[in-house]
């Protein structure tokens, strides 16, 4: 099989140069331990398929917290950025991950707060009713990731069994029932724990029409079905070449080069936007489409209200929306009270059910500005992003949309 054009095509695209923006920010943590001498700092930004963008390292050199740091990253394109403190190899406090969307002006972060490093040894998932954890031991410590966080227990004396309590809070503690156990966060029991096995890797998946095509990467491999019955093309995920604000896989001697780019695309049978578009370059054709989940572009944020029904909101009232990717639950604030509702997310749009509030009275202008919104919200027939990152949701009656949201800063 020939595919001297795919590398021809993959050496153009390697010429390309992306221009830059700035991230800053300083890192911290609420404790007043000192960091010892020697301590290495490292910030590191990671795109699409966790390809290396940008890293910095420094040594403390006495200083303490905080401690200011600057990253460079190209025009164009979104990273996840991690820090941490090091001593000989071994990290002391680390960060949460921070998301920084695609885009072209400098990122200001501010105070990046960082906790002290638990290692997770014989780390394993437990399933408390609904309730997903994950357990690991370490010492006399256990360490307790919820979805929310990350606690670290101590050994507490008993009888029988294994006990471990947060020092900080009684009513949090794990406590090992043989092939169960028994879990209590901030007070609250929660059903009988089991082990289960771990959530396995998530795939990354685009598709398209004309033909229709789909391509998986998941454990470092890549399928593509380049149509409906033709054979896959398989191979194993290069690391990334960053081509202007593109991220470039060239498997050429497989027969592909995958082009992915952090510009929202949109199916174009049913509209619906993706985070990704996506390009891939075969033998035969360069098949065009869309990469990601649509879940992706709704979770994980809480979107803040500025127009319902095309108007602005009542000067200084708050309505927010926050989706919940595992729960598919929708709440926030409605203006005077808290809400939830149950929603989905399909190839056919979004829909969202009643919402349950809360019952507390407001001024006139509020009560009747969260009865609009909370009608609107079951009007909703489908979404999207437009250039500005603003969240426009949308009804089946009407061409402008029925409540528009920004991303709270």
């Not at 707060?113 to 040894?121: A, D, E, K, L, Y």
Request: aromatic share 6%; hydrophobic share 45%; net charge negative.
């Amino acid at each position: 099989m020939r595919i001297v054009g795919i590398s021809v095509l993959a050496f153009a695209m390697l010429c390309g140069v992306a221009e830059a923006r700035n991230v800053d920010g300083a890192l911290t943590y609420l404790s007043r331990d000192a960091l010892p001498p020697g301590a290495e700092i490292v910030i590191e930004a990671r795109g699409l398929q966790d390809t290396p963008l940008a890293e910095t390292r420094f040594q403390s050199g006495g200083k303490q917290v905080p401690l200011p740091f600057s990253l460079t990253l190209p025009d164009g394109v979104g990273a996840t950025i991690r820090a941490a403190v090091v001593l000989d190899g071994e990290p002391l406090w680390v960060s949460d991950a921070i998301v920084v969307a695609a885009g072209m002006a400098p990122v200001a972060l501010g105070e990046v707060i960082m906790s002290r490093h638990q290692p997770m040894g014989f780390a394993s998932t437990l399933r408390c009713g609904e309730a997903r954890l994950k357990i690991g031991f370490f010492e006399d410590r256990a360490v307790l990731e919820t979805d929310a966080d990350r606690l670290v227990l101590l050994r507490a004396p008993t009888a029988s069994g294994m006990t471990f309590e947060d020092p900080a809070d009684p009513g949090t503690s794990y406590q090992s029932r043989g092939d169960t156990a028994l879990v209590s966060l901030q007070g609250e029991v929660l059903p009988e724990c089991v082990a289960v096995p771990p959530e396995p890797e998530q795939p990354y998946r685009a598709r398209g029409t004309e033909p229709f095509w789909s391509l998986t990467i998941v454990g470092g491999m890549v399928e593509l079905i380049p149509n409906i019955g033709q054979m896959p093309l398989r191979a194993k995920l290069p690391p990334a070449a960053l081509v202007g604000a593109d991220f470039v896989f060239d498997m050429s001697a497989q027969g592909m080069v995958l082009r992915l780019s952090d510009v929202i695309c949109h199916d174009l049978m049913s509209g619906t936007p993706f985070p990704q578009t996506v390009s891939v370059t075969t033998q035969d054709s360069v098949l065009e489409g869309c990469g990601g989940e649509s879940m992706d572009l709704l979770a994980g944020v809480e979107w803040i209200v500025e127009q319902i029904s095309g108007s602005s909101l009542v000067d200084g009232s708050l309505v927010t929306l926050e989706f919940d990717a595992v729960t598919r639950r929708l709440a926030g604030r409605s203006g005077c009270n808290r809400y939830n509702a149950a929603f989905e997310l399909s190839g056919e749009g979004l829909s969202i059910g009643p919402a349950g509030a809360t019952r507390m009275a407001c001024v006139p202008d509020l009560m009747e500005q969260e009865g609009l919104f909370l009608a609107d919200l079951q009007r909703i027939s489908r979404f999207d992003i437009d250039p500005t990152g603003a969240l426009l949701l949308f009804s089946n009656d009407r061409q402008d949309p029925l409540i528009l949201a920004r991303i709270s800063q």
